[in-house]
């Protein structure tokens, strides 16, 4: 699921392929020599552009923010440089960069299935206000992995891709779990601490870990218990990285409730 929040990638002709980073999270990727926006652009293209990331989201927090960024170069460039790729081709160029970027060039609610390359849409979904939350800690996916004993969901039978309202969404999520949370509580149990005070807000119905962690994630039962709680949070954990947002309706006709408070994603 993409929500209202991201980073953002802008670009511009130049000789040369490079890369500036910068915003509040920019010093998370000092001293990367082969990030994964530069891994893109090199794998569409040998043409020149200038890049510019404003890294917003926490670095190595298990929301797919780099991920998002590699798939928004391959869009960007491809539109710039005017390679009139299509979607599928992108898409396969994706997967050889990484497991979550095909996803992430489609920026829409889709489930993943084999190593994130098999895709299929989730054709209804309600509008979801939601709470992101990253207590200040990296988890390197690698390490999570590497930690990971149990696999519950290989033969798990997928929904048909409609869901109604939040209940029916909510429905289905509760017959599912995370199986990278336990590894990566045991390697950083601050994770446990954030899920259980995101449970504690007033309107949540559901807490999860995103990905491999640490971010874990709320769904409020509407926008204005979603900033509430917001608020609540950064008072009492200043430290933490607290972010209310948004899954945008897709597929639905009727008009939702509540106020927007945040633009239509990009991705994450």
Known sequence: MFTGIGDLLTMEPDFGVSLTIQGPFAKGLEG???NLVLRAARALDT????????K?????????????????????LNQLWELNRDETALCELAAGLGSDIPACVLSASCFMEGRGEV?????????VPMLLVNPGVAVPTKDVFAALDERSGVEMALPRGHFADTADLLRFLETTRNDLEEPA?????VIGEVLKAIAALPGALMTRMSGSGATCFGIFADDACCRRAAEKLKQRQPGWWVAPTC????GLVHEPAG??????PEGL
Do not use: W
């Open 56 to 76: 917003n989201l926490p670095v190595a927090s298990g929301i797919g923010g780099g991920s998002a960024d590699a798939a928004a170069a391959l869009r960007g």
């Open 32 to 34: 990367e020599g082969d």
């Open 119 to 127: 895709l299929r849409a989730v054709e209804t979904m309600p509008r």
């Open 185 to 189: 509580r045991r390697i950083q149990p």
């Open 47 to 54: 043409k020149g552009a200038k890049l510019t990331l404003t």
């Open 259 to 264: 106020q927007d408070i945040g633009p239509t």
């Open 247 to 250: 899954v945008p309706e897709a």
